[in-house]
């Protein structure tokens, strides 16, 4: 007969994981900060600033006291963190620096076949001239290099050739990231940005163990796709053939995990886990970024939390179901919402455009006052005075699904 772990302990379990249970509260910079990215595994990075970027808003959803100099300091100063490629651009503990070897390598086969195809001509010619220039002058950015190339108005389809070969060299390890002005990556020879220590690569056979069993760890359960996907490190096939071999070992268990309708998937667990006492989850409520870790795989969370959720950035606007950059709202350990919110800094107001509670869920008198004085925090964190409810912020329940 199956393990089976039932919804409201599989929830419970997850958020922990991803220190949501316990209260938000605690130091956040230092040793502090660098922690909680270990144990929430990597934070994304992301452009969007409607109220704050999505690696600030991570770190500042699980420690309110967190301010960004403080991990500009971990990255820059201290090299306790580094800024590369999991499933899209990320911060990670640099110690991760050799199991990242292997990508370096597999990217450049990879992007060398579809790059060619994406980007215009001449990028490749570049590589030589800027890892010249950069070991003569210094750390350079985009605006810095490609001097009487044509500048594209597009997007990173029209880059121009020297941009690209930055790009090519970051994302296959011979430049590393040692700095970003605003919001603008400046780069720096990899062996004048990774400490010495962290450089050795890690041999190819231990890398696909580690990539399988510290993403287990950090999901609590999965199936062998979801552990292919946290780190994007190896294939699902590699993490098939992993698990098996793992099983047999005796070293993970399968088991069943319940879904919020009460449906099952069978999934791969350490026996151990399922000894734990998860933290009792807070009753405050949370504003999280879109790009949350937790949240990272939409369809899990919506298989947990029977929470659907999509970005709606790149769908037009009267095709929207919600809005351009909602945010997702939890309660305990219930995805109980979504939220419209943008601060306006010249006019110190972060202003509620809509909010939108889950079906069943109701704006109750405590749960109004748990979203205002979240929202007050918030108002704090992105720099503004006040928060601003436009009229209509209050919306029904959307029966549509975004694209």
């Not at 190339?149 to 070969?165: F, L, N």
């Not at 700095?179 to 780069?187: E, N, S, T, W």
């Not at 490190?233 to 047999?248: D, G, H, N, Q, Y």
Request: net charge neutral; charged share 30%; proline share 5%.
């Amino acid at each position: 007969m199956s393990i089976l772990i039932p919804n409201p302990r599989a929830r419970r379990l997850f958020l922990d994981r991803h220190a949501l249970s316990e209260a938000p509260s605690g130091p956040a910079s230092g040793q502090a900060l660098h922690d909680l990215i270990e144990r929430i595994g990597f934070v994304q990075v992301d452009s969007i600033n409607t109220v704050a970027r999505a690696h600030d808003m991570i770190l500042w959803s699980r420690r309110p006291s967190y301010r960004p100099q403080d991990l500009k300091r971990l990255l820059e100063k201290d090299r306790a963190l580094w800024e590369h490629w999991t499933h899209d651009a990320s911060i990670l503990p640099v110690r991760l620096h050799g199991v990242w070897q292997h990508r370096f390598q597999r990217d450049a086969v990879r992007l060398e076949a579809n790059w060619r195809s994406w980007f215009r001509e001449g990028y490749e010619a570049q590589f030589d001239s800027i890892l010249n220039r950069i070991a003569k002058d210094g750390p350079v950015g985009t605006a810095d290099v490609g001097e009487g190339e044509v500048r594209g108005k597009g997007g990173w389809w029209d880059w121009h050739p020297s941009k690209t070969a930055l790009e090519w060299l970051w994302r296959t390890g011979r430049l590393a990231v040692t700095r970003r002005d605003g919001f603008a990556k400046i780069y720096d020879l990899t062996e004048r940005v990774i400490p010495e220590v962290h450089r050795a690569p890690v041999p190819a056979e231990e890398v696909c163990d580690w990539a399988c069993r510290s993403a287990l760890r950090h999901l609590g359960f999965g199936t062998s796709g979801e552990i292919a996907a946290y780190w994007k490190a190896v294939s699902p096939e590699a993490a098939k053939a992993w698990c098996r071999v793992a099983l047999a070992r005796g070293e993970i268990i399968e088991a069943e995990v319940e879904g919020s309708m009460g449906q099952r998937r069978k999934v791969f667990i350490f026996p151990e886990i399922l000894d734990e006492t998860p933290t009792e989850p807070t009753i405050r409520l949370r504003i999280l970024s879109p790009f949350d870790p937790a949240l990272r795989d939409r369809d899990r969370a919506e298989f947990l939390f029977g929470f659907f959720y999509r970005i709606e950035v790149f769908v037009p606007e009267p095709k929207r179901t919600y809005g351009y950059y909602v945010f997702p709202v939890l309660e305990g350990d219930r995805l109980v919402g979504r939220i419209d919110v943008k601060a306006f800094r010249d006019a110190g107001a972060l202003r509620v455009k809509a909010f939108w509670l889950e079906a069943g869920v109701k704006l109750t008198k405590g749960r109004r006052s748990k979203l205002e004085a979240e929202l007050d925090r918030l108002a704090v964190f992105s720099g503004c005075e006040r928060v601003e409810f436009l009229d209509g912020w209050e919306r029904e329940t959307q029966g549509g699904a975004s694209v």
